[in-house]
């Protein structure tokens, strides 16, 4: 029995290889990771792929699994040396921010309630069965909030922009939010 479940995940991995290396040649986009050192084990590239919108391009992590579309022009990556997530700039100093991790006992509720104590005056905020969000002005920057969390995992995605970029970016948030997809419901891997 174990050597046949060995066989059925060997055969299921090489076909999410083949999967994604089609993928990965016909559409893939690789940004110079900024964080890039030999030594310290980080990817030299961060692999993105294009949308039927040319404005986007889409995030898939590796490690977590979870998917984000992302403004095309945010061409500064800064991956992670554990995988866990990535960092997209724009040339305006605006931060795309989505990551990934085990839940040490994290809970939604309590996420979610320390979010809005650090945020009284939240412009905007929403919950629910799974995920929460947040948008709130700081600084004269926006910042824009989800989370993903479940009793084995979370996935976050930040993103923050100066506010003289609103008219710009805020219509922008209501799109990529509904490309976030958590690890645990993409159907691929997480590792």
Known sequence: MVNAMKKILLLLSMLMFIFTATVSAAS?????????????????YVRV????????YRYINDRF????????????????????????????GSSFTVSGGHNMGMTLA??????????????????????YVISYLENDRIYYKKCFI???????????????LADSYNNKCAAIE??????????????
């Not at 792929?49 to 986007?56: I, L, M, R």
């Not at 958590?182 to 691929?188: D, E, F, L, N």
Request: proline content about 6%.
């Open 110 to 131: 309590d996420e979610y309630d320390m979010d809005i104590q650090n945020h009284p005056s939240a412009a905007y905020k929403a919950k629910g069965d799974d995920w």
């Open 150 to 164: 479940n009793g084995e995992y979370w996935n976050t995605w930040y993103f923050d922009y100066p506010s003289w």
């Open 65 to 92: 699994a979870f998917a984000i579309n992302l403004p095309a022009n945010f061409n500064q990556a800064f991956e992670s040396t554990n995988g866990d997530g990535c960092i997209f700039k724009d040339e305006y």
């Open 49 to 56: 792929f294009t949308t039927d919108n040319p404005d986007y």
């Open 28 to 44: 893939a986009v690789f940004l110079k990771n900024q964080w890039y050192e030999p030594s310290e084990g980080t990817a030299e």
């Open 178 to 191: 509904s490309t976030f997809t958590p690890g645990w419901k993409s159907g691929r891997a997480l590792y």
